[in-house]
């Protein structure tokens, strides 16, 4: 079977809401060939409609339990829900990720609930880029929620939480003081703070810390994030925690943070652009077919902010390098822009 009937049909499957095309669909984006840009390109027009929760905190915080627990809560209010799970950490989706399934089997048979992990390993676009082609994919593909729990606040994580309309910061008593959660840049991104194993010594306390710091630090553009207890082990205030969740998307659909999302689309744009250029010129540099603009590179005769300048500012130089075929050669510049 042709190539292109091959991917039409699997759109048509992942269309009529075949999990089997879904898993199929992300397995080839993930793979970043040819298919993976244009079946993204093919299926954006269906997403945003899904509320994207983004789930981040210290290691052991109870995430994967709060998440599992948040599930099931949406489940009961009768909305299909997605989960993905990112260990940037672990190359081999070791430890957390694996424990994950391990707490996820209660959904296992639901088919209104996807979990998908994601690993360092085998994404070449990056952690971020693979993250938010499989958020995109699963609300395309028609989730009411889709959950993403990630680690901390690196820089990979910060750009996945950008993925996120709402974004919970998940704390815990023995994870040190209020101090320390706004120090470690968490209030930056918390639209909700959890203070999570409240059945423990000291939960109460940095509750009332946590509210006192957001206080002080002001609203974030009319909005002042609340701080939730739960106990993710108990099932403790997981239904103010999704209450809260649902004002809090409400909030952002309000469209008081228009300039804020119209912001957010150019720099996806941008990435998706930045991600095509890496791919392509990847392809075509090893493809043997080399550019005249690359070969001065290998050569050590163009330096590398002389060769970028070159391809953009020249026309069709760009085509080139990125194995479009087209354009006319780069090496050739005036010798003045040298
Ligand atoms: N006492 C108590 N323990 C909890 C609670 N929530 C989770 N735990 C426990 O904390 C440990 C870590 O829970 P996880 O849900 O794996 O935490 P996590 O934040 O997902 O961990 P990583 O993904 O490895 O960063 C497990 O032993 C949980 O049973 C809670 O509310 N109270
Ligand atoms: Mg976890």
Redesign the pocket.
């Known amino acids: 079977m042709a190539k292109n009937e091959r991917l039409e049909q699997l759109v048509e499957r992942f269309c009529a809401a075949d999990r089997l095309a879904l898993a199929r669909i992300i397995t080839l984006v993930e793979s970043g060939g040819d298919e993976a840009a244009a079946l993204m390109e093919q299926l954006y027009g269906r997403t945003g409609r899904a509320c994207v929760i983004g789930v981040t ?10 998440v599992n627990r948040m599930v099931a809560g949406y489940r009961q209010g009768g909305r299909s829900t997605a989960v993905v799970a990112v260990d940037p950490s672990s190359p081999f989706s070791g ?2 990720v694996l ?2 399934r391990v ?1 996820m089997t209660e959904h296992w048979a639901d088919p209104g609930v996807f979990i998908r992990s994601l690993s360092t390993r085998g994404w070449r676009g990056g952690l971020s880029r693979a993250a938010r082609d499989v958020v995109r994919l699963l609300d395309a593909f028609g989730f009411d929620v889709v959950l993403i ?1 990630t ?1 901390g606040v690196g820089q990979t994580e910060l750009a996945i939480m950008d993925l996120a309309d709402t974004t919970v910061v ?1 704390t815990v008593p023995e994870g040190g003081d209020a101090v320390q959660v706004m120090k470690a840049g968490l209030n930056e991104i918390a639209d909700l703070f959890v203070v ?5 010594d000291g939960a109460g306390r940095l509750k009332a810390e946590l509210q006192l710091s957001v206080e002080l630090s002001g609203n974030k553009q009319g909005w002042r994030p609340p701080v939730l207890l ?5 099932n403790e205030g997981i239904s103010e925690l999704l209450d809260a969740v649902d004002r809090h998307i409400e909030f952002v659909r309000a469209g008081e943070r228009a300039a804020a999302q119209a912001q957010r689309r150019v720099r996806e744009f941008l990435d998706v652009l930045l991600g095509e250029i890496e791919r392509r010129a990847g392809r075509a540099a090893a493809s043997g077919a080399e550019p005249a603009v690359l070969a001065l590179v290998r050569e050590g005769r163009l330096n590398p902010y002389a060769a970028a300048r070159r391809v953009l500012e020249y026309d069709g130089a760009l085509a080139q390098v990125l194995g479009l075929g087209r354009g006319q050669p780069a090496a050739e510049p005036p010798a003045s822009r040298q």
């Open positions: 905190g210290s290691p052991g915080a109870g995430k994967s339990t709060l430890g957390s424990g994950d707490r729990e680690v998940v999570n194993k409240s059945d423990r739960t106990s993710a082990l108990r």
